[in-house]
């Protein structure tokens, strides 16, 4: 267990609906980014086994799913695995058989905290936290539209309330594709102010070299519509569309791209080709770039730096499969 300076049940609370919003997020890719948080969310799960009670596995796995259910509901993760995460770090322990349950013992940064916590507290933090969040964004939108009402310029290609917001959760996508060792590009599809699908980058894994960001987040939602045109979204990536993506785009009819980093190398919307703005098309999203670049060309860069560091240590091959002359 990490050791931290001792949290309050305010801040736990509070810190709990902050990583709420980040529907989809993955453990691995919380422990990676900061144990801290990581903790806190196996501490949250662990709070909802009664303390001092043995339980057996039908029984334990019904308090995981209560957590999984309401404050644990952005996790994406299922009960079976998560019970494998409480018991590996200690949160939950098991008898010698494997067959019973009971909680463990939290770090001494989050002990006292968790003794003035109740699961309601929890959930409600979580629920009150998505609340505030759709409110903001209800704000934000009728701000724009107000704006717009009015007679001023709006563009489609202009800034939009939630682009950052969207960003961020791009940018969330990103850290699950490194935690899987897959060039950190994340993508999410948007319709009517909700996230339609989530996706990031894993020709590796999938051994499929389509298997980028955008196109994984397409397929998604297509699968979902039951509907190969996907009509009146926005997609947000990390990363500058390279040529193939860009083309996947246009076919489904994707209303707005926005992207965070530039890509000197393969970028089809503008760093190489702007295939968006070519007339000879049929097709034409309105193109938002750079929201967010610094950040999203950073997390790209710290993934290069450890790949090049591994390779000195003899750790991974003079030329992986990834390579380095496209970050796809």
């Not at 200690?90 to 916590?117: C, E, I, K, M, N």
């Not at 009015?150 to 969207?166: F, K, M, Q, T």
């Not at 490194?178 to 996230?195: M, R, T, Y």
């Not at 919307?269 to 000879?280: M, T």
Request: negative net charge; contains cysteine; aromatic residues 6%.
């Amino acid at each position: 267990m990490s050791d931290h300076p001792e949290i309050s049940r305010e801040a736990w609370l509070a810190r709990l609906g902050e990583l709420s919003i980040r529907q989809g997020s993955h453990l691995e890719s919380l422990r990676s980014r900061d144990a801290r948080d990581f903790e806190l969310v196996l501490a949250s799960a662990a709070l909802f086994l009664p303390s001092g009670q043995l339980l057996d596995e039908r029984r334990a796995n019904e308090c995981l799913l209560a957590f999984l259910a309401s404050a644990g509901a952005w996790l994406a993760i299922d009960y079976a695995e998560l019970r494998r995460w409480l018991a590996d770090t200690g949160f939950v322990l098991r008898s010698d058989y494997g067959t019973d349950y009971r909680r463990g013992h939290f770090p001494a940064w989050l002990a006292t905290a968790a003794a003035q916590l109740q699961v309601n507290d929890l959930a409600e933090a979580v629920a009150q936290a998505g609340e505030a969040r759709a409110r903001q964004r209800a704000q934000r939108r009728e701000a724009w539209l107000a704006q717009a009402s009015a007679g001023l310029e709006v563009s489609e290609s202009a800034a939009h309330p939630d682009d950052e917001i969207y960003m961020r959760l791009a940018i969330d996508q990103a850290h699950n594709a490194w935690a899987l060792g897959e060039v950190p590009v994340g993508a999410v599809l948007v319709k009517d102010g909700k996230v339609l699908a989530t996706g990031f980058n894993q020709p590796i894994g999938n051994a499929d070299p389509t298997a980028h960001a955008e196109v994984q987040v397409l397929r998604a939602a297509a699968q979902l519509e039951n509907n190969y045109r996907l009509n009146h979204t926005t997609l947000y990536v990390t990363l500058e569309p390279c040529a193939m993506c860009a083309g996947a785009i246009q076919h489904a009819r994707i209303a707005r791209v926005v992207w965070g980093a530039a890509d000197p190398k393969t970028g089809a919307a503008g760093s190489v080709v702007d295939l968006f703005a070519e007339p000879r098309l049929n097709h034409h999203a309105s193109v938002r770039g750079g929201v967010l670049g610094a950040e999203c060309g950073e997390l790209l860069a710290r993934f290069f730096a450890e790949r090049r560091a591994l390779r000195q240590q003899g750790s991974l091959p003079a030329a992986d499969e990834e390579g380095e002359d496209g970050a796809d």
